[in-house]
């Protein structure tokens, strides 16, 4: 599960609010960025931040903050607030902004969500369903419908949303837990559907836990950190639950779904079941998948000739796209091919790019010299285990 640490901004300022009330908005933090980078410190991946002024004008109003964050720190950052056309979305995903939280567009405008899905990718858009008394609310919270929060997160994804920012605006800034009971219920109603994300409400770290226990995607810490209630790094570490584990043939429907969502298929590999059976057959022992409360995150196929391993292929889900899933089933692999007698590994049909390399350059591999298979550039990469 993702700790998103959050940032909500008034006038250029780090505020929180308690129950959606602009009248209860206090100062929390001196400077966004610094906070970020603090954030960041403490193992955060993503941050969730909300432009308060852009909910209550319709447009956004802080964007320079959002950017400053997202091109001067790793974070992946998430960006709520007035957010009404697809102009805004592009502009805001062209500035580096990870994904976007379409809140009362949802509600009032569910053609636009359509149409930011088809253009843009289900993994850059997020919903945010925010409720009082199980209403949603809309405008900056300002509004309150007849819309049930089930049956609106029902609506999204039959056009297509896969993401939810669930907040119980009754629990939001008040430090007093988070509303498991609606959670639940919309974990229930959805299960296998979308990820879901808690927002509001989280005290300390057993609101993390409930969180965890639900399978839920994410929780979202905002007043707690600030007010020193939760830990960051013991909320990360409380809410991991990534598992690397043995691939089987039953995980293939869920691979396949990954790698037609990465673009990037098996290239040289027959990626039919068959194919796959086969392959994991010869090799019963190397191939691996990140699970994580119960969803495949991500797979490495791998595999060896008796003398040199071959990374066949690895993909982690645009969903759950953050650092350290890679390395560790990489990790996975390689101590396999060392319990084989295996200590040459090379990669096999991944195509050349900068950022590619780095990661596997950081991994021990190193660049050999450029190869051509069925009119792609590849690179292989040799990797010899010094321990041998």
């Avoid at 609506?155 to 629990?171: A, L, N, Y």
């Amino acid at each position: 599960m993702i700790i998103f640490p959050a940032i909500d901004i008034i006038g250029g300022q780090c505020v929180r609010l308690v129950k959606g009330d602009y009248a209860t908005a206090q100062k929390v933090a001196e400077d966004p960025l610094e906070t970020a980078k603090q954030f960041e410190a403490a193992g955060a991946e993503w941050i969730h931040m909300v432009d308060l002024d852009g909910a209550k004008a319709g447009y956004p109003v802080n964007t320079e903050i959002y950017r400053n964050i997202a091109q001067n720190t790793h974070l992946k950052v998430e960006v709520g607030g007035g957010i009404r056309t697809l102009e805004t979305i592009r502009a805001y995903l062209e500035l580096g902004i990870e994904r976007v939280i379409l809140g009362s567009a949802a509600l009032k405008d569910p053609q636009l969500v359509a149409d930011a899905v088809q253009q843009f990718g289900a993994e850059k858009i997020v919903v945010g369903i925010d409720a009082k008394n199980e209403m949603v609310a809309a405008e900056g919270w300002l509004e309150t419908s007849e819309v049930h929060y089930i049956d609106l997160a029902k609506k999204m994804i039959r056009i297509g949303v896969t993401t939810f920012i669930f907040t119980d605006i009754s629990k939001d800034g008040t430090l007093s837990g988070v509303n498991a009971e609606q959670l639940r219920k919309l974990a229930e109603a959805t299960k296998g559907q979308c990820n879901i994300v808690a927002s509001g409400g989280v005290h300390t770290i057993d609101d993390i836990v409930i969180c965890r226990d639900l399978g839920l995607y994410g929780t979202i810490a905002g007043k707690s950190l600030y007010q020193g209630t939760l830990d960051l790094k013991e909320a990360i570490a409380a809410a991991d639950t990534l598992k690397i584990r043995p691939m089987t043939i039953d995980d293939y429907d869920a691979l396949y779904a990954i790698w037609t969502a990465c673009g990037n298929g098996l290239n040289n590999l027959n990626d039919s079941r068959e194919g796959i059976e086969k392959y994991l057959r010869r090799n019963p022992t190397t191939s691996f998948v990140a699970e994580d409360g119960g969803v495949i995150a991500g797979a490495v196929l791998c595999g060896h000739d008796g003398r040199r391993g071959y990374i066949q292929h690895m993909s982690v889900s645009p969903l759950y796209r953050r650092r350290g899933i890679g390395k560790r089933l990489l990790d996975a692999a390689l101590a396999a091919l060392k319990a084989e007698g295996i200590n040459k590994t090379a990669l096999v049909a991944f195509r050349k790019n900068a950022l590619g390399n780095a990661f596997w350059e950081s991994m021990g591999f190193g660049l050999r010299e450029d190869l051509n298979y069925r009119d792609l550039a590849l690179t292989e990469m040799v990797r010899f285990d010094p321990e041998y």
